[in-house]
């Protein structure tokens, strides 16, 4: 079983709970910035009082602070990991290799969950989310394209992605993952 992951897929696709999923069942540590930026400014560290300063303003963090964050936590890992959700371009994905080539720690498979536009705008309506209407899932699910598909080109040039069709039940989509990721 691959021990070092990525989960990529647009919103509604399920990438958190099958994350959960996996990561319980094979005691990885989960691994998603937004998850880990909030746990930072909690505990009042450096990066997180840095980040704090910037969301505060309104600002998006920096790739170079949620680089330091991800960085500080994949070191202190021994047991195998799961990033959700990130990198989300290119520049971020080539800043992580990096990193991840320094610690000895690459990354072994990346899991691309795939979802039609309908499912997913349904998916995603039925949430319940104040910010889910059409019109903002639409938008999102076109910010995810631009950003994401030379994202996941970079991935499958490295030999590394493995598309899930994410349309059956949570534990179907979860089977399909856990073959893809023993036979990798």
């Not at 890992?77 to 610690?103: K, Y």
């Not at 080109?153 to 598309?163: A, M, T, V």
Request: proline content about 2%; hydrophobic content about 40%.
């Amino acid at each position: 079983m691959k021990k070092r992951l990525l989960f990529l897929g647009p919103p509604g696709a399920g990438k958190g709970t099958q994350a959960k999923r996996i990561c319980e069942k094979y005691s990885l540590s989960h691994l998603s910035t937004g998850d880990l930026l909030r746990a930072e400014v909690v505990a009042k560290t450096d990066l997180g009082n840095k980040a704090a300063v910037l969301m505060a303003n309104g600002e998006l963090v920096t790739d170079d602070l949620v680089l330091s964050i991800v960085e500080t936590k994949l070191k202190a890992i021994s047991s195998g990991w799961l990033l959700d959700g990130f990198p989300r371009t290119v520049g971020q994905a080539e800043a992580l290799e990096r990193i991840l080539v320094e610690i000895d720690q690459l990354i072994e498979a990346v899991v691309l969950l795939e979802l039609n536009d309908d499912l997913l705008i349904e998916r995603l309506l039925l949430r319940g989310r104040d910010d889910d209407n059409q019109e903002v899932i639409t938008n999102r699910l076109d910010v995810y394209r631009v950003k994401t598909e030379p994202l996941i080109d970079y991935f499958r040039s490295k030999g590394l992605i493995h598309s899930i069709q994410a349309d059956g039940s949570v534990e179907e989509i979860t089977q399909l993952i856990e073959s893809v990721l023993k036979c990798v």
